[in-house]
């Protein structure tokens, strides 16, 4: 069984800057990216960033120049540097891991509020 255990969430003025880690345990097969979507209220679920295992990033358009995803020392943690952060980050951000066998597996979600 994989799980993430999400950390660093929380509120921020706008133009602040927050750092979320993912960090993967248990009996991973093989980690084909990691990364966060997030969901705010009345909204469809988004990618934010994402991470291949051949260290391929992407971003959704808005975050772009914002937010930084990056690996940790262990490839089973990742980050997400958010900079200039405003009222419309605000939502649930949720990690997840493509696990090679399993597919999708997702944290608990962290809250992210930015107010202006």
């Known amino acids: 069984q994989v799980r993430l255990v999400e950390s660093g969430g929380g509120s921020v003025q706008a133009g602040g800057s927050l750092r979320l880690s993912c960090a993967a345990a248990?009996?991973?097969?093989?980690?084909?990216?990691m990364g966060w979507y997030r969901q705010a209220p009345g909204k469809q679920r988004e990618l934010v960033a994402s991470?291949?295992?051949?260290?391929?990033?992407q971003y959704a358009d808005s975050v772009k120049g914002r937010f930084t995803i990056s690996r940790g020392g262990p490839r089973n943690t990742a980050y997400l540097q958010m900079n200039s952060l405003s009222p419309e980050d605000t939502a649930v951000y949720l990690c997840?891991?493509?696990?090679?066998?399993?597919?999708?597996?997702w944290g608990q979600g962290t809250q992210i509020t930015v107010s202006s």
């Open positions: 997840y891991l493509d696990d090679t066998w399993r597919g999708f597996v």
């Open positions: 248990g009996t991973i097969s093989g980690i084909e990216a």
């Open positions: 991470l291949t295992k051949s260290d391929s990033t």
